[in-house]
């Protein structure tokens, strides 16, 4: 998935890669999926709105992450952080998408996977699972928005970040998605907004810092009868500035681009019916490397 960096980060905290939890089989670093302890999955977003600083107008469904990202991106840009003492994407192929028995996380905050390893394997992983929980439905009830962003974000950003959103998600806003005032969906409906993480790619790492790139696509809309917002996929990628915070991989910025998308498919479109009972059998994943 990700190249490797001209650090040896075997020399951080937790030792070398083989002898902590976290060490890969046979020096891969490559990517595996595992099932949480019975959980529901998460999504994420829409195509991006054009406007890097507030929230764009939205016609139709509109995508939660994108809304997130602009309110976080006020801080700052990825730029920012930049540093010579980083190494170009392109110095290696990425790893291929396989499992390597790695243990992904040490454990979870509530639904969220936490306790990421000090390296690039796990500044990735945290990318990957960051990038599903901001995109998932929950972002749009107030209070389970909160803790969102509190178990996502660098405290020193978190604060801002929640007051904007918390005035974002107006009224108004949950109308043009279909939704009621506080966020729930109408009755007979069933709202879906989740994100599957394709691959990560490490763009800069550090020691306490690095830039993760997200490839997902995404579901989103209203499923059931009667609906005027069918779900829809969309495709984008998420950039991530991550700082190593408390023990733990935290997101101190962000920013999204549509794409790479696929050509469309000939895949009959399920009816809605099909749709809302798809979303709630089927669970999501942690996405380690």
């Known amino acids: 998935m ?4 001209e650090h040896d980060y075997r020399g951080m905290d937790q030792g070398g890669r083989a002898d902590d939890p976290y060490s890969t089989l046979g020096g891969t670093r490559q990517t595996r999926t595992r099932l949480p302890d019975g959980d529901a999955g998460h999504p994420h977003t829409r195509r991006p709105v054009r406007n890097s600083r507030s929230l764009v107008m939205i016609t ?10 602009a309110l976080a991106n006020r801080g ?16 290696a ?36 699972n960051y990038a599903v929980a901001l ?33 974002a998600y107006s009224p108004g806003f949950y109308e043009n998605v279909g939704l009621n005032d506080d966020g729930s969906a109408p009755t007979g409906l069933t709202f879906v907004s989740r994100t599957v993480p394709v691959g990560t790619k490490v ?5 306490d810092a690095a830039t993760v790139e997200v490839w997902c696509t995404g579901l989103v809309g209203l499923a059931g009868q009667g609906s005027t917002k069918p779900v829809t996929e969309t495709w984008f990628t998420i950039s991530q500035e991550l ?3 408390g023990g733990d991989w935290k997101i101190s910025s962000s920013s999204q681009t549509e794409g790479p998308t696929p050509v469309n498919g000939d895949n009959r479109a399920s009816t809605a019916d099909e749709m809302a009972e798809a979303v709630d059998a089927y669970g999501g994943f942690t996405y380690a490397r």
């Open 76 to 91: 700052g840009t990825s730029d920012d952080n930049a540093s010579p003492d980083t190494k170009s994407p392109g110095a």
């Open 93 to 128: 192929g990425p790893a291929p998408t396989a499992a390597t028995g790695t243990k992904p996380v040490q454990g979870k905050n509530g639904t969220i996977a936490s306790g990421f390893a000090h390296d690039e394997q796990g500044a990735q992983s945290a990318a990957a």
């Open 2 to 5: 990700s190249p490797g960096d």
């Open 243 to 245: 700082k190593w915070v």
């Open 203 to 207: 763009i800069k790492m550090e020691t």
């Open 60 to 69: 139709g469904v509109v995508v939660l992450l994108i809304a997130a990202i």
């Open 135 to 167: 995109g998932s439905a929950e972002m749009f009830n107030a209070e389970s928005r909160r803790d969102i962003i509190q178990t996502t974000h660098d405290p020193a950003v978190a604060p801002e970040l929640q007051d904007n959103l918390d005035a």
